[in-house]
């Protein structure tokens, strides 16, 4: 993958954790409208990108009820960003690997 465009996001659209085809420390995320994901029992993180460097995510809570978060992200260089949570004093920071229309592969730094 070549080097991203520092000043808009790369990445835009729902995606979601397909962690059967997770390897390697490397981890899938799937369009979450069209593609077909089997059945979980412990439920999938989604990442709802948008345009303006906000991020939502969806994590399943401990309750089974949805713990969403309002983030901000930001370019860090060499396809690396952070990820902060308005109610969080540090950053998640992530690497992207690969950012197609169907696939997008992360690993957490």
């Known amino acids: 993958m070549g080097a991203m465009n520092q000043d808009k996001p790369p990445v835009i659209g ?5 962690f059967e085809e997770d390897e390697d420390g490397v981890q899938v995320y799937r369009p979450t409208n069209s593609y ?12 709802e990108f948008g345009t303006e460097w906000k991020v939502s995510i969806q ?10 978060k309002t983030c901000n992200w930001r370019a860090l260089g060499m396809n ?3 990820i ?6 540090h950053d998640r920071v992530i690497e992207i690997l690969d950012a197609k229309s ?4 992360i690993r957490t730094i």
């Open 80 to 82: 690396r960003f952070a």
């Open 14 to 18: 729902s995606w979601t954790h397909s």
């Open 102 to 105: 169907d696939i997008l592969k």
């Open 84 to 89: 902060r949570d308005t109610g969080q004093d």
């Open 59 to 68: 994590e399943p809570g401990p309750d089974d009820r949805l713990n969403i």
């Open 36 to 47: 077909p994901f089997p059945l979980s029992r412990k439920g999938r993180e989604t990442f």
